[in-house]
């Protein structure tokens, strides 16, 4: 498959579509105005087919080539986190008490891109490509409710991609692994000692 590098014009929309979800954010299954936004864009940039609703605020696109072949569903999440913004950013958060701080604003903007791009050369698609639009990926489960709801059939899914930008790595690099990375897992454990952040404690903080 060929694709045609992706345009200034789709990039600039990307960023505008970013901002725009950054100063609108809505929490898990709560992104009414969100997956407006993303259907009607999905829609203008020529994907056969537009799903919403599913699992109450995921919205699915489907593109399908010119011809036969698999099935690839790129996937996004869609809802922000109950934080208050102190950026000060000119594109900061306009809900009090509500901000995209895990990013993602950016990737249901990348995922817009892609779909874009993609249908930007669909006569070289061999196959469909399932754009997964998730709601509710901070800890209420919109990832089980939108498979329960059948996002990974009609057409049936053989494979499936996300991402998740990075602070630190530096623009324009992008890390891969063949394997599942960063699936959540969930585990109690009891710790006594001195107060310390788990992920990075102080000396004095770890329990003698």
Do not use: W
Request: glycine letters at 14%; proline letters at 5%.
């Amino acid at each position: 498959m060929l694709l045609k590098k992706v345009d200034s014009q789709t990039l600039s929309a990307v960023k505008e579509i970013r901002e725009d979800l950054h100063m609108h954010p809505e929490t898990g299954f709560q992104e009414r105005r969100t997956s407006a936004l993303v259907a009607a864009r999905l829609r203008e940039v020529g994907v056969d087919e537009v799903r919403t609703g599913v699992a109450e605020t995921g919205v699915i696109g489907i593109l399908r080539g010119t011809g036969a072949g698999r099935t690839v569903a790129l996937r996004a999440d869609m809802d922000a986190l109950p934080i208050q913004e102190e950026s000060g950013m000119p594109y900061a958060s306009s809900v009090p008490g509500v901000m995209h701080a895990c990013g993602h604003d950016g990737h249901t903007a990348i995922l817009l891109g892609a779909a874009e791009a993609l249908a930007g050369t669909r006569e070289h698609l061999r196959g469909t490509v399932k754009f997964i639009f998730q709601p509710a990926e901070e800890g209420l489960g919109g990832g089980l409710r939108m498979a329960q709801a059948g996002c990974l059939e009609d057409p049936k899914v053989d494979a499936a991609f996300a991402l998740h930008g990075m602070n630190g790595m530096g623009t324009g690099r992008i890390l891969l692994t063949p394997t599942p990375t960063i699936a959540a897992s969930m585990f109690e454990i009891k710790v006594e000692g001195k107060g310390g952040h788990g992920a990075m404690p102080t000396p004095a903080s770890i329990p003698s």
